[in-house]
């Protein structure tokens, strides 16, 4: 038994990646991508959820509900902590890449900052060609 398979044509090219932005995080070897992970919307719906579990959890055991729906409602909590902590990190990591790339002054007679400040003295030292001082 044998199947036809379709002959690849030349008209379809392979997907290019575009250049990675030294600003950006990567994940994977890709710059990280905020429309492919979870939103403000998805946080906040695990937050509420977390919120009403970590009330009716120890509540549940008040109530004297049966042991296996509060061993439920315990791993159903840490699962949930779990995913909480995850979409924080990622959206973290965007905001911590998006005040990155604004770090530059805005305004031309800005004084300079202190990674400004840093990063010349830096480059001061290693063009001297002089050892720094010992202390």
Known sequence: MSEQFPEPTSDQTPEQTPPADPNRPSYKGAP??????????????????LVILLIVTPLSVVWSFPSWVSAGLLILTLIILFFVGMTMVFLLRLVAADRRSQRRPLREGARKTVGQMESESKEDDSGSGDPPPAT
Do not use: M, R
């Not at 990280?32 to 959820?49: M, R």
């Open 32 to 49: 990280l991508d905020a429309e492919a992970g979870p939103g403000l919307g998805c946080f906040y719906l695990q937050v509420v959820l």
